[in-house]
């Protein structure tokens, strides 16, 4: 049950307006920002890019911890062919979260490993 639900809301997220368009540019920010802090120097990269996985899972884990328990008092409370409709949006938060921070680890990898070529050269 919970797995239809987390592949509902991938659909509902990528369906929506702009979304690619969003994360492209979300990847092209983190590429310039990682540029600048990490100047080419991988390690330190390696660093940061473990600490914005850490944020982001404890963030998805924390949005989770606050929607499912919601969720299951709903179905006991109210008709479950109501919520049926909804399903994509119960976990749209922690999927798009997760979304994010995936395409920002992208991007910051990518503009540390293009600096860190430059400087090679």
């Given at each position: 049950m919970i797995m239809e639900q987390l592949i509902s809301a991938i659909?509902?997220?990528?369906?929506?307006?702009?979304?690619?368009?969003?994360?492209?540019?979300?990847?092209?920010?983190?590429?310039?920002?990682?540029?600048?802090?990490?100047?080419?120097?991988?390690?330190?990269?390696?660093?940061?890019?473990?600490?914005?996985?850490?944020?982001?899972?404890?963030?998805?884990?924390?949005?989770?911890?606050?929607?499912?328990?919601?969720?299951f008092e709903r179905i006991a409370t109210e008709d479950p062919a109501r919520l049926q409709m909804n399903q994509g949006q119960i976990f749209a938060n922690p999927v798009t979260i997760g979304f994010v921070t995936l395409f920002w680890?992208?991007?910051?990898?990518?503009?540390?490993?293009l600096i860190h070529r430059q400087h090679k050269l």
């Amino acid at each position: 049950m919970i797995m239809e639900q987390l592949i509902s809301a991938i659909q509902y997220v990528i369906s929506g307006h702009l979304f690619w368009a969003s994360m492209g540019f979300t990847t092209a920010i983190a590429m310039f920002i990682g540029a600048l802090v990490y100047d080419g120097e991988v390690p330190k990269a390696k660093r940061g890019i473990v600490s914005v996985l850490t944020y982001g899972f404890i963030l998805c884990w924390t949005t989770v911890s606050r929607v499912v328990p919601i969720y299951f008092e709903r179905i006991a409370t109210e008709d479950p062919a109501r919520l049926q409709m909804n399903q994509g949006q119960i976990f749209a938060n922690p999927v798009t979260i997760g979304f994010v921070t995936l395409f920002w680890v992208l991007g910051i990898y990518l503009g540390v490993k293009l600096i860190h070529r430059q400087h090679k050269l």
